[in-house]
């Protein structure tokens, strides 16, 4: 980890050679004996220790243990599943995602899923950009108890709401299409959506908007040609929370649906049968659904946080 | 920012607001409605009043399922807030190690719950698990269906390997924030570790660490899907959640009564925390503005 030591002093900014020493350190004044014993437990980007690394290692590797074990299920026959335990596929085969790529039934569960992740997705951020403006811009009669209200719907249990939607979507005619899930989804979408772009919008400048306005720019005009650009990293990031939240969620998918817009999620239940569990074809299913997310989270690793505390971080 | 008084802003939050209301506030009237009153089927119904409310409140199955949830709460609190504040302590500072801590550590957050729910089912089986095997062969007598402590044990570790990255994002947000200036001040004064550490980084990570425990703790007080694939609510209720059980009474049972009770007052104890971290949310907007202020 020579190198991780370079990279250390680089982004310390400290003149080369300069690594805090031990001593200096913990001769902190009025710091008693105890907390001296915590400090030294405590390492610091390794500038006590050169085994820092090991914490993040550590955790990755529990991390990635249960995911490794599920793909490696996924490779792996019914018998050699249940015959004994192998670290890895003695007898590699395909046939779990053979038989996923070929059913309609499997297959259509990711592509129900993704149809309506997307929808909600575009409705999520079509409708919350102008709200998020609005926030971030004005002040307008309730709009602290607004913007609480839309909080408070992110924050609701699914589960209060999983029977009366069902009722709801039922009076519509809406039980089992795309549309009632992505629907469904926005309860909780669209208030994060309005909360992580107003966190972006708010740290662009407003004299930006009055020059455009002076300029004889229109307010739609002014609002797709110069300040959505502005923010184009908020869009993406909300876009990719409404897609995260509606992939992840189930409760309310499977509550809605039956069979033409059943997710993969739900479809995944199948694989119990009379004749056992298939194992491998859960396996293989649950490994296509990690990929989406996979993804996609390299384009916001430098904003997830920011997303998760719902822009304001 | 300087925000101007302009009532035709409501206009733009118009379709925000249709929306949710359709999504939000019908299905919340269609609660009250049966919180308050009774059927004997055929649609006819009739005023129940407070009846549904004394059942809930009275029965020992509510409280035992908040009681459960909040220890439940409790500890992933407990354990995910100090093992995440550790871990982005020691995150590498610089090159590539960067982007792959954080992608492979945002990993879990992006799984299905009940995939990640599946993963942990599979993992904890003494016969085909890697987890409940080698659990198994070292001699310790692990079963997670028939065990409650086992049961317990699994739910909490799969809690705390689906969310502690999300501490530890939120922390590490806090953490690159800080100018290296204070580093170097520390320095000179001859701070120890644990003096940085208590009156730079924690201060810095003070807001980011509010909302990443008020996050974990509402998330954690509905979790439903999760344990549900693991466990099912079982051994016997042992892993019950107000969640599951407002479920299985409303879904299952079709007790409409009682569960629309039941999910008002859970939907009052969330509004109730829902203001606190909305409180500490904005608190935070004016601390950010008054920085850029001052700069």
Same mark, same amino acid.
């Given at each position: ?13 400290? @003149? ?174 669209? @208030? ?99 990929? @989406? ?21 | ?25 019908? /299905? ?29 409140? +009275? ?22 807030? /100090? ?13 590539? =190690? ?28 003494? +016969?085909? =698990? ?19 402590? +086992? ?83 079982? /051994? ?15 879904? =299952? ?39 850029? =202020?001052?700069?």
């Amino acid at each position: 980890m020579t190198d991780a030591t370079a990279s250390r002093e680089a982004a310390g900014a400290l @003149p080369p050679g300069s690594a805090l020493p031990d001593a200096p350190l913990n001769q902190g004044g009025g710091i008693r004996a105890g907390e001296d014993r915590v400090a030294r437990a405590m390492r610091r980007r390794g500038d006590e220790s050169r085994f820092w690394w090991l914490v993040p290692t550590l955790y990755i590797v529990f991390l990635l243990l249960p995911i490794y074990w599920l793909i490696n299920m996924s490779f792996k026959t019914n018998q050699e599943i249940i015959g004994g335990m192998t670290l890895f596929p003695h007898e590699p085969t395909l046939r779990n995602y053979r038989i996923i790529f070929s059913d309609p039934s499997w297959y259509w569960g990711y592509l129900n899923s993704i149809t309506y992740v997307l929808i909600n997705m575009v409705v999520s951020v079509a409708v919350a950009l102008p709200a998020a403006y609005a926030f971030s811009r004005y002040r307008f009669l309730g709009d602290k108890h607004l913007f609480f209200w839309l909080l408070t719907n992110r924050m609701a249990p699914p589960a209060v709401f999983a029977l009366p939607f069902f009722q709801l979507y039922s009076a519509f005619g809406l039980i089992d299409t795309h549309i009632a899930v992505a629907l469904a989804h926005c309860l909780f979408n669209v @208030p994060l959506a309005v909360w992580i772009l107003e966190g972006f919008m708010s740290g662009v400048p407003k004299e930006i908007d009055e020059t455009a306005y002076i300029d004889g720019y229109s307010f739609p005009r002014f609002f797709v040609k110069i300040f959505m650009p502005l923010i184009a990293s908020g869009i993406g990031v909300a876009a990719f929370f409404c897609f995260m939240f509606s992939w992840v969620e189930l409760l309310l998918a499977r509550t809605l649906t039956t069979v033409n817009a059943k997710p993969i999620a739900a479809v995944m239940t199948r694989t119990v049968s009379a004749s056992g569990m298939d194992w491998g074809l859960l396996a293989a299913a649950g490994v296509l659904t990690l990929i @989406p997310g996979a993804l996609v989270i390299w384009f916001v690793r430098n904003y997830i946080a920011k997303g998760f505390a719902l822009g304001r971080v | 920012m300087e925000k101007s008084w302009n009532n035709r802003a409501w206009f733009l939050v118009l379709p925000v607001l249709v929306l949710v209301a359709f999504s939000a506030v019908v /299905p919340l009237m269609t609660v009250v409605n049966y919180a308050f009153q009774d059927t004997f089927g055929n649609n006819e119904f009739f005023w129940a009043g407070t009846e549904w409310f004394e059942q809930v409140l +009275d029965s020992s199955r509510f409280w035992e399922a908040m009681a459960r949830n909040l220890a439940f709460s409790a500890i992933i609190l407990l354990i995910e807030v /100090p093992l995440g504040i550790l871990i982005a302590l020691n995150m590498p500072k610089s090159g590539w =190690g960067v982007p792959v801590c954080l992608v492979l550590m945002a990993l879990p957050l992006l799984i299905p719950w009940n995939v990640v729910g599946t993963i942990w089912q599979v993992f904890g089986r003494s +016969d085909i =698990g890697l987890l409940g095997y080698t659990l198994n062969q070292l001699g310790v007598d692990y079963n997670y269906t028939r065990d409650t402590t +086992d049961a317990w044990a699994t739910v909490i570790v799969m809690d705390v390997w689906h969310w502690t990255s999300l501490v530890v994002l939120l922390c590490y947000a806090g953490l690159v924030s800080i100018p290296d200036a204070y580093y170097q001040a520390a320095k000179i004064d001859g701070a120890s570790r644990w003096a940085v550490f208590r009156f730079i980084q924690l201060p810095k990570m003070n807001r980011v660490l509010l909302i990443a425990v008020l996050l974990r703790f509402m998330d954690s007080f509905m979790i439903y899907t999760e344990p549900f694939v693991v466990t099912g609510g079982g /051994p016997g209720n042992a892993t019950t959640f107000l969640s599951i059980d407002l479920v299985k009474m409303a879904l =299952g049972q079709f007790d409409l009564g009682p569960a629309a009770a039941m999910s008002l007052v859970y939907f009052l104890i969330i509004l109730l925390l829902s203001w606190v971290f909305y409180t500490v949310m904005t608190n935070v907007g004016v601390e950010r503005s008054n920085q850029s =202020g001052g700069h």
